[in-house]
């Protein structure tokens, strides 16, 4: 489980094809920490290190993991947002955060509010019914954020100057695909009613 509180990004040094997986090493600071077997949340996507060398380490996404995420669209060079699993003597300082994806989604607009980045990001209604609430947690790119000016099929959050220099967030443009994870106690909900498959 994690949070969706990010310690750090890495950047992506190499992507290996093999069959339908593709292997990414990372280069980040916090390599050294890792072990291999360990759960890291790399855009929001939970993945086991698979080797750990000086200053980077390995992933692989399989591909059903490349189809419903935004990670089979990354280049060598790219930022992604990392977090380790939660400590069990950890403080809750996000959400409930799994690591799993549940659709991606289309920054629509980006705005700078001099002193704060306003976002708004699109996503495709899917059979499963995500949504979003005024002021409830959304996880973007595995950064657990509040949703305001919720709608069927868009939201708005706003980003403070901390996490906007310390995630990926002052790379995402207008047009650029995200990670999504629907807080899971408004899944549960929603599949209590009958509207959640």
Not at 63 to 85: A, S
Request: net charge negative; charged share 20%.
């Amino acid at each position: 489980m994690f949070t969706g509180i990010v310690e750090t990004t890495g950047r992506v040094s190499a992507i290996e094809a093999e069959g339908t997986n593709l292997t990414f090493r990372i280069e980040s600071a916090m390599a050294s920490e890792l072990k291999i077997d360990q759960s890291v949340s790399h855009n929001g996507v939970c993945l086991t290190v698979t080797s750990v060398s000086d200053g980077s380490y390995t992933v692989t996404a399989v591909d059903e993991t490349l189809k419903k995420t935004n990670l089979g669209k990354i280049k060598t060079g790219d930022r992604v947002n990392l977090e380790r699993c939660m400590p069990a003597n950890g403080r809750f300082d996000g959400h409930i955060v799994q690591g799993h994806v549940d659709q991606t989604g289309i920054c629509t607009n980006v705005q700078d509010l001099n002193g704060s980045w306003l976002f708004d990001f699109r996503y495709e209604p899917d059979t499963a019914g995500n949504v979003t609430v005024e002021k409830g947690s959304i996880c973007i790119n595995g950064v657990s954020l509040t949703v305001f000016n919720s709608q069927t099929d868009q939201f708005r959050v706003t980003i403070i100057p901390y996490t906007h220099e310390h995630t990926t967030f002052s790379d995402l443009k207008v047009g650029d695909v995200v990670n999504l994870e629907f807080d899971i106690i408004g899944k549960y909900i929603k599949k209590m009613l009958g509207g959640y498959q």
